[in-house]
């Protein structure tokens, strides 16, 4: 397995308000309780695999400082080993946690509720309709009820299923097959449609082989990122035209993690360890590509991950270098960079949460 997207990804591929935030500071002191602030960004660092070392960090945002473990502080143990994905959902939190193949739910003080155990390692988390949908990295996607905070049905999908999103009704899922990346198997090179309302695989549209992030708009379309194989098969930016299930390479953007922000796709380019050479911005309504380097420095950016969050227009950026504790870049919806403030051990998610 490519040792890269192992830890990064995880196996292969792997969201301030518009307040200007203070310098912060760090509290790393795991027996002593902060107060609960009034707004935070939580972070979910995924530690290194096998060390039983993932954490949960918060940045307080009435004061800048910030708790690099508050899930130990809050419930005195640690996450577990492999943090993977996490989602604010109402007045719940949900964490993967890969190594575990459990999924912890918090409330909203990373207060642990019920620690849910999965029939596979849990990947990546969609929300629809009152249900929270996570992919298990054993070819299923699952449905997990969210007031009996139980998994209610699971359906089959393709090889090692990693990002999905949801579209006209339907959850879109990129089947990576990472684990048979040494295999006459080889990688899966398919996004499997589900149908909401049924709960059933209805189609599986194929791609560039190793999908594995994914994302939608407003327009019609799903956007995915293959991988490729590493060799001669180079990573690809996608787009799925809903109406016709049809895919095509995108010409003059490509990314290895992206993600979407209103109107706007946000795409790093960055393979192979090396710090990123581009950070698109897209114009998904105007099909029009508007920077191909809308942060300024890049050099900085070692091993970088982005995520949005919708709700409150943010930007985030996680950087890391696998052995020392990362930083989070934020930035608002304009592009305007707010703060930086560091987490834990390979970030890989950002929420933003306000009471």
């Known amino acids: ?40 960004i939580y972070v979910l ?13 918060m940045y307080n945002v009435d004061d800048g400082t910030v708790t690099k473990d508050i899930f130990e502080v809050r419930n005195g143990r640690r996450l577990g080993d492999k943090g ?26 990373a207060k642990s509720i019920k620690q849910i155990e999965t029939e596979g390692q849990p990947r990546y988390f969609a929300i629809d309709g009152g249900k929270v949908y996570v992919t298990y990295f054993n070819g299923y996607v699952a449905r997990i009820d969210t007031a009996l905070l139980a998994v209610e049905a699971k359906v ?5 299923p990693e990002q999905l999103t949801v579209a006209n009704g339907n959850l879109y899922v990129a089947n990576s097959g990472g684990l048979d990346y040494n295999t006459d198997a080889g990688y899966d090179n398919t996004v499997s449609v589900i149908d909401i309302a049924t709960f059933t695989e209805t189609k599986q549209i194929k791609v560039v082989v190793n999908p594995c992030n994914i994302v939608s708009d407003s327009q019609g379309y799903v956007y995915v990122v293959s991988m ?30 992206f993600a979407i922000l209103e109107n706007t796709l946000y795409a790093i380019f960055s393979q192979y360890g090396n710090p990123a050479i581009k950070f698109y911005s897209y114009d998904v309504v105007k ?15 070692l091993n970088p991950v982005i995520t949005t969050d ?40 950002a929420v933003r949460v306000k009471k």
């Open 310 to 349: 919708k709700t409150f227009g943010d930007i985030y950026i996680t950087t890391s270098d696998f052995i020392n504790d990362g930083d989070v870049y934020v930035f608002d919806s304009t592009e305007k960079f707010i703060t930086k403030f560091e987490a834990g051990l390979n970030p890989m998610k």
């Open 156 to 160: 089959q999908v393709g090889r090692n």
């Open 84 to 109: 993977q994905d996490m989602i604010v959902y109402g007045s719940k939190m949900y964490i993967a946690v890969y190594g575990e193949s459990t999924i912890e739910v918090t409330d909203l003080e």
């Open 228 to 257: 490729g194989n590493y060799r001669d098969i180079p990573n690809t930016l996608q787009k799925i035209d809903l109406r016709t299930n049809e895919f095509s390479a995108m010409e003059d953007i490509n990314g290895t993690f």
């Open 287 to 301: 099909n029009q590509l508007l920077s191909d380097n809308f942060i300024g420095d890049t050099e900085k950016y």
């Open 1 to 40: 397995m490519n040792k890269r997207n192992f830890i990064k990804m995880p196996v292969l591929c792997m969201t301030m308000v518009l307040t200007f935030f203070t310098g912060c500071k760090d509290d790393d002191d795991p027996t002593e309780e902060p107060l609960a602030p009034s707004e935070y």
């Open 45 to 57: 660092n995924s530690g290194n695999d096998g060390n039983n070392n993932a954490s949960l960090s």
